[in-house]
């Protein structure tokens, strides 16, 4: 069945270091793929998202790139903020009649010290 | 925000009992879906509803069940509560239109509601 694996936490980063959480997937198909980051007490808010091969996502400096012959969409960023300090999920759908629902990752804690 | 809207936000109760969680998505959505996010799980899809009917049913429970109204807004209606059932419940919802061509359209969620079985 579908399904997504992401990299385990938690992450710790120092300011301005550079970040990458890295995803893969299993899906019948051409899955959708996206990026959502939940901030502490706040609901999920959509990150980024890529719909075909080699499609790049790209918001807030953070970049994920949908690698069909790796199953990946490593979500990226080249220098990272306090404010950055979140819980990240990866996650894919399908297209169609196949409903859209999303299959998420476990997700993975980000906390970014100064 | 991302005008999904849930009440209440938080709510807390007794094993055995039932509550009903209400969602009312963005202007225009059609598209309602229903998540559960807990510790051991993960975050899990429940089911959701495409302009009033139910069009996918996931990990969820037959204690546990939803609609949609005509004006759109759905409930989650949770009974005869377990302990194991606390966890922050998800709403979002997506402007998808059903069609043979389909398209992934991005869901957005609301705040969620944090549900306390004692």
């Known amino acids: 069945g579908d399904s997504v694996t992401q990299m385990e936490g938690p992450v710790t980063l120092s300011e301005e270091a550079f970040l990458t959480i890295n995803c893969t997937y299993t899906?019948?198909?051409?899955?959708?793929l996206f990026w959502y980051v939940q901030y502490p007490g706040e609901g999920l808010q959509l990150l980024l998202k890529a719909t075909k091969a080699d499609d790049k996502g790209s918001n807030k400096g953070f970049e994920a790139t949908y690698r069909k012959e790796t199953t990946s969409f490593h979500l990226e960023k080249g220098s990272v903020q306090v404010s950055d300090s979140a819980v990240y999920f990866c996650?894919?759908?399908?297209?169609?009649?196949?409903?859209?629902?999303?299959?998420f990752g476990r997700g993975t804690q980000l906390t970014v010290w100064p | 925000d991302s005008g999904v809207t849930q009440t209440p936000k938080h709510l807390i109760t007794a094993t055995g009992q039932r509550v009903t969680l209400r969602c009312s998505p963005r202007s225009g959505d059609l598209s309602v879906y229903w998540y559960q996010q807990s510790l051991d799980q993960g975050l899990q899809f429940l089911i959701q509803y495409y302009n009033g009917e139910e069009r996918a049913k996931g990990n969820i429970l037959e204690r546990f069940s939803a609609q949609q109204f005509p004006d759109l807004h759905s409930e989650l209606n949770l009974s005869s509560l377990e302990l194991g059932d606390s966890a922050l419940y998800f709403c979002?919802?997506?402007?998808?239109?059903?069609?043979?061509?389909?398209?992934?359209?991005?869901?957005?969620f609301g705040p969620g509601t944090r549900l306390t079985v004692l």
């Open positions: 996650a894919l759908s399908h297209r169609g009649s196949t409903l859209g629902r999303l299959y």
């Open positions: 899906a019948t198909g051409y899955p959708s």
């Open positions: 979002a919802s997506s402007t998808m239109r059903w069609s043979v061509a389909g398209g992934t359209d991005t869901q957005y």
